[in-house]
């Protein structure tokens, strides 16, 4: 015969049973209610409290400025930061908000400690969006967006009241040349400049200097003071064939748009390209773009521009007098003058892949405009 075994309730059923038979009397009805709304809105509190939220502060913010000549660094600090989130930053320039510091580089990360950094190009106003990590930034808005979904927080401010240092300036064959001292974007690249990687020489040659200190690579650059227009401008270079294949001296114009038309020295980091290319922007248009060979030694560039043409010629040498290596004439995508700034630029198109161990230099021995 099967013997009955009596399980013994649990205390917790034990607790609950009293508690029940407390109850059901009239008496203690009212008392069991409070003591039950005593023991659950403290739980119920503790279960529903949120976390802080998430907010953006800035530390360093750059001057006002415009175009895209000159970017600067901004920085600062996320409070009660999720894992994973990344800032986006704008800047603010005519009615729009650009992506920064170009969009092929959007992200910023955000450390373990909070702290962000990154570089913009110059605004009158600047933004910092904290994002989910499958947020997808927009180059460029009319209105940043609210916070919400994948926006965790935002926050924006004025550009900073300090002005910016005077330039380092270079007399250069009768012009005035700004020397540029602020980080660019490159090939998708940030490059850093070095003012004191420019200098005239007692024959009035203009020197540029690229090099590493400390293990970092430092660029040269100058921009002409005052616009040109519409005429003729002519460059005297140097050797170039002994550049790196990723090292780049390019002569341009550009206004504040982006329009720029270029004569670049380069193989672009592949030493089966040709060394020289002329160029009206867009470069990705084919017929924007013509490659050419230039031979070792000196040689001499011209870009005519004049309404709805820009013809581009080369000439082994120093005058346009020697053999003509090229001429090309475009007559599609030609911008027009908009106070435009003349660029001579050395940098490194590849810097992080280009093998470049030691300092090397270009000189520019002369350059020429004429109306």
Known sequence: MRSLQVRRASPIRELIASFRTFARSPLNAALAASLCAALIFPMGCRSTRKSPAPAIHFAHVPPKGAGAEYLDHINGQVVNSPVGVRIIVYAHLRDTWWVQPFRSRAFTDVGSDGAWENYTHLGSDYAALLVTPDFQPIARLSALPPAGGNVLAIATTKASSEPRPAPKVVHFSG???????????????????????????????????????????????ISLTRSLGYGTYKFVIEDTNHLPTSAVLALFTQDSDGADMDIELSRWGNALNRNADYVVQPYYIP???????????????????????????????????????????????????????????FYDAHHPQSGLQHPVEVVVQNFEYLP
């Open 287 to 345: 017929e924007n773009t013509v490659h050419f060979e230039i031979p070792a030694g000196p040689t001499t560039h011209v870009l005519r521009w004049e309404p709805g043409r820009a013809t581009f010629r080369s000439f082994a040498g120093v005058s346009t007098a020697h053999s003509k290596i090229i001429e090309h004439v475009f007559k599609s995508g030609v911008p027009v003058p908009a106070n435009e700034t003349l660029l001579i630029d």
């Open 175 to 221: 012009y005035d040349w700004r020397v540029r001292s602020s980080p660019n974007d490159r090939g998708g690249e940030i490059c850093d400049y070095e003012p004191s990687n420019v200098w005239v020489d007692d024959q009035g040659y203009l020197h540029l200097l690229m090099g590493l200190e400390g293990g970092h690579r430092y660029c040269a650059g």
